[in-house]
């Protein structure tokens, strides 16, 4: 008979568990933050299991009261160290290749809330046991590395919990634990393997994920590439979109993201196709025709112009009167909320409307337009990595309009309000929690934007 860790085997032992497969199986590495390397590996577990006690303890009441809080948690405080993919084609072991792309997305992500849902009560029964940690032993190489651990009981015998890790990238990630000598991967693929047998391999996915699917209300979200903020060839997709994800997976939904240009998503979110809108600037237009949340973010806009051009100022209203009769070409955005200072500039400059903040860049540096209201961290970002726009373009540090940045929801769906509340308090958390903070870090947000 297969070895199975049963659920009195404590709280901790299922914190790993969790974080082992608490993400699809081809998932980058955009939530580990640079902090983590070349961290040693005791530290790396104690820290994970320390910051997920904490917010066990402070939030209590949402263990036991939010169904879907507990997944957060994990995905946001343990998938950093976890080296999930590797989890999922251990459990699968030899299954593993036979299992097309989508069989071995459904898997980890049904196994995922197989684990949660079988061990919930495990969480509710923690009551702050004490876990000691023993110094990290290395193979010959110092490639890998084991953390002992021992969680002591009041009134009972502690459990030895011996977590695996090995280096990569110049970062230690963790691949397995043994729990009173039971390997967590060789008992999840024993369970599993006896279903192969029974079912073979593709039904025996398709009945994992029919009994444990993910639950949780689904939002459709959408935005346009707009870099470092929104893009699917970015870690996360881009800052906008991994925190407003986040904010509202915290807050018991899960996302569908879809990339699109800003008409289309205005379109949507208007008539009802799309749920949420992933960044949003407001006016009083827009909030007749949206639920914004409060505020997640700052962008403050700036000009960028060509080396060459001898325009310079300190102020906007010094812009407004240097600019006025010089017969500028300014590159903005079709249909953005710009604001009130906007449509005392728009007057004085012929506007060109672009649909990307690449596109507007390169035609200022190609002269088929002089300038570019552009928010300044893309500015800054777009001349720091492109030599062909860098070399010829600078950007002027005097903030010309700030703007707020929200999600906007579609007044199309009657729980918009309930939404954008669940939305403002979980983001409200964050913030005081620290893990909103930690997030802008991991994406290098400028601190002056905070």
């Known amino acids: 008979m297969p070895n199975i860790i049963s659920p009195p085997r404590i709280f901790y032992s299922l914190l790993f568990i969790m974080g082992l497969i608490a993400a699809p ?56 160290v976890v080296d999930h993919v590797y989890m999922a084609r251990r459990v699968l072991a030899k299954h593993w290749r036979k299992a097309s792309e989508a069989q071995k997305i459904q898997f980890v992500a049904a196994f995922k809330h197989k684990v949660i849902r079988t061990y919930a009560g495990a969480f509710k029964a923690f009551d702050g046991e004490k876990i000691d940690f023993q110094e990290a032993r290395f193979n010959k190489s110092g490639s890998k590395a084991s953390v002992e651990t021992a969680i002591q009981r009041v009134g009972a015998p502690s459990i030895n919990v011996t977590y695996m890790l090995y280096s990569k990238n110049n970062r230690w990630l963790t691949y397995d634990a043994v729990i009173e ?11 599993f393997s006896l279903s192969i047998e029974r079912h073979g391999l593709a039904q025996a996915i398709s009945m994992l994920a029919a009994e444990y699917g993910n639950d949780a209300p689904t939002l459709t979200m959408a935005g346009q590439v707009w870099d470092p903020y929104i893009n699917n060839q970015l870690p996360a997709s881009g800052l906008a979109v991994d925190l407003v994800t986040t904010v509202l997976e915290r807050a018991g939904y899960q996302i569908d993201m879809q990339f699109m240009p800003w008409q289309r998503v205005s379109e949507g979110i208007n ?14 237009t827009r909030g007749k025709e949206m639920e914004f949340t409060d505020a997640c973010l700052n962008n403050q806009l700036v000009i960028v112009k060509r080396k060459d051009d001898p325009l310079a100022f300190g102020s906007p209203q010094e812009f407004k009167h240097n600019i006025t009769d010089r017969g500028y070409r300014l590159g903005v955005f079709k249909d953005y909320g710009y604001g009130d200072f906007f449509a005392e500039v728009a007057p004085l400059v012929s506007l060109d409307y672009f649909k990307y903040c690449s596109q507007m860049m390169r035609e200022v540096a190609q002269k088929k337009t002089d300038l570019a209201l552009i928010d300044s961290w893309t500015a800054q970002q777009s001349l720091a990595t492109d030599k062909n726009i860098g070399d010829h373009l600078s950007l002027i540090p005097t903030t010309l309009i700030q703007q707020s940045l929200h999600a906007a929801i579609s007044l199309k769906r009657k729980d918009h309000k309930e939404i954008a509340a669940a939305f403002n308090k979980s983001l409200k958390e964050m913030r005081a929690d620290g893990s909103y903070q930690a997030l802008l870090a991991r994406h290098n947000y400028p601190q002056g934007l905070l």
């Open 181 to 191: 000598g039971v390997s967590l991967v060789k008992s999840f693929r024993d369970q």
């Open 25 to 80: 199986a081809f998932a980058d590495d955009s939530k580990s933050t640079q902090a983590s390397k070349n961290i040693p590996p005791k530290e790396v577990i104690e820290t994970a299991a320390t910051q997920m006690i904490e917010r066990l303890i402070a939030d209590k009441e949402k263990v036991i009261s939010q169904e879907y809080y507990v997944e957060h948690l994990v995905e946001e405080v343990l998938l950093p």
């Open 271 to 284: 008539n009802g196709d799309l749920d949420i809108s992933v960044a949003s600037w407001h006016n009083e």
